[in-house]
C-alpha cells in the first residue's frame, strides 16, 4: 500500500469518523450511505480493528477533557456555586437537597455526554458484524474507568444527599401517625422534602430520582459508583428502625413485622433503583441492564435485619432478663434471629460484661441476684435448649453467690415463704436430676431424642444439667451439695415456728412434703420431728389448760395465774442450736408462772420436766400510762427491761445487767427499743430513765411472719427492726462453723509436729483420722475456708501454698 493510497483511505476513516480530525467542528460528515462505502473499504483492507483502537482513543482523550467538569458539581458550595440550584422561593434550601441537585446536574451532564458518542460508537459497531466486540460496553467501560481515576476525597458526600432525600421522601408515608414537623414561623412542613407544603418538592424528587438512577444504569455505573452507599443507607435504615421499634419495648413480637417491612417498602425503595421502568426513548441505545438479582439482594438485607436486630437485643438482654416474663416475646425473637446469626460469643460476653457491672457487686442484695439468676435460667434456656449457652453465662453468677454467707438462706427463704416467685416453681415440683444422674446413660426409652452439645459447647463440661435441671435444681446446684440447704432450711423452720409460735404450721406442714420429693425423706427427718413437736406442744397445751385435775385449769380452786403460759416443747436433739447463751433472769411473777406449768406439765408427764429457754418466746403486754394504755407483743427480755422500770423510774446499764444476767452490751441494743417508743430516755450516758409522755421516734408495725395484736389505745409489735429477733437460732453457716470447731485441734496438732503443711496434706490426714472418729465431714473447699478463717483471725500463716501456726 503506498502512500497516497494510506492518505486516501484515512481521509475516508476521518470523513466516517469525525471524532479523528484535529479540528472537528469544522470536519466534514458523511451521510448514512457514504458510511456504507466507508465500511466496506475498511473491512476489506483489514482496517477494522486499526480503526477501532484510534477511535476508542480519541474517544478516550476526549472525556479526559470533559471529565473534570463532571467532579466540578461535587466540590463544596463555597468552591463553586451554582445558580440553577436556588430553585425554590419560600424559606431555606435544605442542605441535602442542594446535594441532591447537583448530583442530578452532574449525571445529567455525564448522561448528555455518553449520547454525543452514540453515532461514533454504532458506526464503529457497524464494523465487526459478528458483533465480537462491543463497542458501547467499552465506551460504557471508559467512562467508568475515567471517573474512578479521577475520584475527589469526599465524593460520596453529594451521593449521600442524593440517595438520602429520594429514601426520606419514598418512606414519609411510613411515618406512624399524623404528626407534622412545623417551622418556628408555624408553617407545615413536608414530612419527605422538608419543604414548606405550599412547595412540596416530593414528586420533583422522585422523578429526578427514577431518571437518574435510569441514566446511571445506562451508562453503566450505577453500581460502581452509588452501590456502597445503597448498601450503607439502606443498613443505616435497618439500623434506625430495628432500634425504634425495640426501643424499651419488649413485649411484642417485632421480626414478623420488620420482615414484612423489608418485604414491601424496602423492596420497592430497591426495585425503584435498580429497575426503573423508564418510557424516555433514547437514539442508538441498546440497554444492557446488570442490577442485581434483587431476590438474592433482598436475602442479604434480610440477613442485615437479623443482624441488627440481634445486637440490639444482645444489647438489652441484661433488661429483657430483669423484666422476664413480661419481656418474653422479645426472648422468643431473640432465639429466632440468634439461630439464623453467629452472635452466641457476642451473647456470652456482653451479658457477662452486663452482668458484672450492673448486678455482681456489693450493693446489690442477694435475693435480688438470685431473683435474677432465675430469670436469666428461664431466659436462656429458651434461647439455647441445648443449655450450653446458660451453662457458660451463669457461671459468673453461681461463683459469685457461692461467696455470699447468705445465699442458702435467702434461697430457702423464697423457696418456702408465700408469695415468692420460687414458690409455684417448688409447688410444680418438675422432674430433677439428682447429683448423680449427670453421670449416668441416657434412657434407651428416650434414645430417639438425643441432641449433641453443640459445636461451640465447652467440650470439657457437660451440659446435661443445665439442659434437664429445674429452675429450683440450678439453685441447690449452686453449692453442689443439699446437706447445706436442708441444714438452713431447718433453721429457717425452727425460727419461723418459734416467732409465729404455733400459728399456720399447715403451710409448713405443705413446704415440708414438697421439700421431701426433692431432697429425700431422710435429710429432712428432724424438720418432721420439729413440726411434730408443735402439734404435741398445742395439744399439752389444750390438754392442761382443760383438765380439771390440773393446776392450771380455771376450774382448780387453787390457780391464781394472772395470765395464761402456753409453751413450745422442742426436742432437744432434733433442733437446731440457739443463738443466745446467756440465762435470761425473768421477773419473779413470770418465773413463777413458768414453775406453775413445769409442775402441771410434770404431773401429766409423770417422769419427765421442761427445761425452759427464758431468752425465746413472745410475751404481750399492756403498758398503763397516765391517759392512756399501750400494748406491745415482744421478747422475754425487752418485757424484763420494762418490767424493772416500772420497780425503779432509773436504772444505769450495769446495774440491769447484773439483775438480769444479761451481757451489756446485749442490754444496750434491747433499750433501743424503748427509746423509739419514746419510753425510755438516756439522761446521761448508760443511764436511763423512764418517760410516760414521751414521744416515739419510728413507727413499729407488724412484718413478715410477725402477728400484731390490737391494744387498747395503741398497737405495737416487735418486727423485724431489731437485729436480735432476726433469728432465734443460729444459721446453717454458724452450725457447719461450729461442726468444724472439732477439727481445730487436730490441725494445731499436725502443725505442731510437721510445721506446715499443704492444704490437701491436711484434708487427707484429717479424713484419715478426725472424720471417722467425729463423724463429721469436710470438703476441700469447706476446710479451704475455714483455714482462711483462721488466718484473718491470725491463728494461722499461709504462705508458699502452706499453712503453719502464728508464732
Not at 411 to 440: I, K, P, Q, S
Request: negative net charge.
Amino acid at each position: 500500500m503506498d502512500t497516497s493510497s494510506t492518505k486516501s483511505y484515512w481521509t475516508l476513516i476521518v470523513l466516517g469518523f469525525p471524532i479523528l480530525s484535529k479540528d472537528q467542528e469544522n470536519s466534514e460528515h458523511c451521510d448514512d450511505e457514504q458510511f456504507v462505502a466507508i465500511k466496506k473499504i475498511i473491512v476489506e483492507n483489514k482496517l477494522s480493528n486499526f480503526v477501532h483502537g484510534m477511535v476508542m482513543h480519541s474517544i478516550k482523550q476526549d472525556l479526559m477533557s470533559k471529565m473534570n467538569e463532571f467532579w466540578l458539581y461535587f466540590m463544596p458550595n463555597d468552591v463553586i456555586e451554582l445558580s440553577n440550584l436556588t430553585t425554590t422561593t419560600h424559606g431555606e434550601i435544605p442542605e441535602d437537597f442542594v446535594g441532591f441537585n447537583k448530583f442530578k446536574y452532574a449525571i445529567d451532564e455525564l448522561f448528555n455526554l455518553a449520547q454525543s458518542y452514540i453515532d461514533t460508537t454504532n458506526r464503529l459497531q457497524m464494523l465487526f458484524e459478528n458483533n465480537k466486540i462491543n463497542c458501547l460496553g467499552n465506551l460504557n467501560a471508559q467512562i467508568c474507568a475515567l471517573l474512578h481515576s479521577q475520584l475527589p476525597s469526599d465524593y460520596n458526600t453529594i451521593i449521600y444527599q442524593f440517595y438520602r432525600v429520594a429514601l426520606k421522601v419514598f418512606t414519609k408515608d411510613d411515618i406512624i401517625g399524623d404528626k407534622k414537623n412545623t417551622s418556628k414561623e408555624g408553617a407545615f412542613h413536608c414530612n419527605g422534602c422538608c419543604f414548606e407544603i405550599i412547595d412540596c418538592k416530593c414528586d420533583y424528587i422522585l422523578e429526578t430520582f427514577h431518571l437518574t438512577n435510569w441514566y446511571m444504569i445506562t451508562i453503566g455505573i450505577l453500581e460502581s459508583l452509588a452501590g456502597d452507599v445503597i448498601m450503607d443507607l439502606i443498613h443505616q435504615k435497618i439500623e434506625t428502625e430495628v432500634q425504634e421499634i425495640t426501643k424499651e419495648n419488649f413485649g411484642e413480637h417485632h421480626v414478623s413485622s420488620l420482615e414484612k417491612w423489608i418485604d414491601t417498602n424496602v423492596y420497592n425503595w430497591m426495585q425503584y433503583i435498580y429497575d426503573p421502568k423508564c418510557s424516555t426513548a433514547i437514539r442508538g441505545y441498546t440497554i444492557e441492564r446488570k442490577c442485581p438479582n434483587l431476590k438474592i439482594f433482598m436475602r442479604k438485607l434480610k440477613h442485615l435485619l437479623y443482624e441488627s436486630y440481634t445486637r440490639t437485643r444482645i444489647d438489652q438482654l441484661f433488661n429483657i432478663i430483669i423484666e422476664y416474663p413480661d419481656s418474653e416475646p422479645a426472648v422468643i425473637d431473640l432465639s429466632l434471629t440468634l439461630q439464623k446469626t453467629d452472635f452466641k460469643s457476642d451473647l456470652c460476653k456482653k451479658l457477662q460484661n452486663a452482668l458484672h457491672s450492673r448486678l455482681l457487686h456489693p450493693a446489690v442484695n442477694t435475693i435480688d441476684i438470685i431473683t435474677a439468676y432465675t430469670a436469666a435460667i428461664k431466659v436462656l434456656r429458651k434461647i439455647d435448649p441445648c443449655g450450653a449457652l446458660l451453662q457458660e453465662v451463669t457461671q459468673p453468677i453461681r461463683a459469685y453467690l457461692r461467696s455470699r454467707k447468705d445465699t442458702v438462706r435467702c434461697v430457702m427463704t423464697t423457696l418456702t415463704e408465700e408469695g415468692h416467685y420460687l414458690t409455684d416453681e417448688l409447688v410444680r415440683n418438675e422432674n430433677v436430676l439428682d447429683e448423680d444422674d449427670v453421670c449416668e446413660e441416657e434412657s434407651m426409652a428416650e434414645w430417639a431424642k438425643w441432641v449433641p452439645d453443640p459445636v461451640d459447647a465447652n467440650p470439657s463440661k457437660s451440659s446435661k444439667r443445665f439442659r434437664n435441671s429445674d429452675t429450683v435444681s440450678m439453685l441447690v446446684d449452686i453449692y453442689g451439695t443439699r446437706e447445706l440447704f436442708v441444714n438452713e432450711y431447718r433453721a429457717l423452720l425452727a425460727d419461723r415456728l418459734l416467732t409465729q409460735f404455733m400459728d399456720n404450721i399447715g403451710d409448713e406442714i405443705r413446704y415440708l412434703e414438697l421439700l421431701k420429693l426433692r431432697f429425700g425423706d431422710s435429710l429432712l427427718h428432724s424438720c418432721s420431728v420439729m413440726l411434730k413437736d408443735v402439734y404435741d406442744s398445742k395439744r399439752i397445751n389444750h390438754h392442761l389448760y382443760s383438765d380439771p385435775t390440773s393446776n392450771l385449769s380455771s376450774n382448780n380452786l387453787n390457780n391464781k395465774l394472772e395470765f395464761p403460759v402456753r409453751a413450745i416443747i422442742v426436742s432437744n436433739q432434733f433442733w437446731p442450736n440457739f443463738k443466745d447463751k446467756f440465762n435470761l433472769e425473768l421477773p419473779s411473777v413470770i418465773q413463777d408462772h413458768l414453775d406453775n406449768y413445769t409442775k402441771a406439765f410434770e404431773s401429766f408427764k409423770g417422769n419427765r420436766t421442761l427445761n425452759w429457754k427464758p431468752n425465746l418466746g413472745i410475751i404481750n403486754i399492756d403498758l398503763e400510762l397516765k391517759d392512756k394504755t399501750l400494748n406491745f407483743t415482744v421478747s422475754p427480755i425487752h418485757a424484763t427491761i420494762i418490767w424493772h422500770f416500772q420497780e425503779q423510774e432509773e436504772w444505769t446499764i450495769n446495774d440491769l445487767s447484773i439483775k438480769m444476767r444479761v451481757p451489756a452490751t446485749t442490754l444496750r441494743r434491747r433499750i433501743g427499743f424503748w427509746q423509739n417508743q419514746g419510753l425510755l430516755r438516756e439522761k446521761t450516758f448508760d443511764t436511763f430513765i423512764f418517760v410516760e409522755d414521751g414521744i416515739p421516734t419510728t413507727s413499729i408495725s407488724g412484718k413478715g411472719n410477725r402477728t400484731s395484736f390490737v391494744g387498747r389505745n395503741s398497737e405495737f409489735v416487735y418486727g423485724d427492726d431489731d437485729d436480735e429477733m432476726e433469728s432465734a437460732v443460729a444459721s446453717a453457716q454458724d452450725q457447719r462453723e461450729e461442726e468444724l470447731q472439732v477439727f481445730w485441734s487436730y490441725i494445731v496438732g499436725m502443725l505442731t509436729n510437721l510445721d506446715s503443711l499443704p492444704l490437701d496434706r491436711i484434708h487427707q490426714m484429717l479424713k484419715m483420722f478426725a472424720t471417722q472418729g467425729t463423724g463429721v465431714d469436710c470438703s476441700l473447699t469447706q476446710l479451704r475456708l475455714f483455714l482462711d478463717e483462721k488466718v484473718k483471725q491470725h491463728l494461722l500463716i499461709f504462705t508458699g501454698g502452706r499453712y503453719k501456726l502464728s508464732k
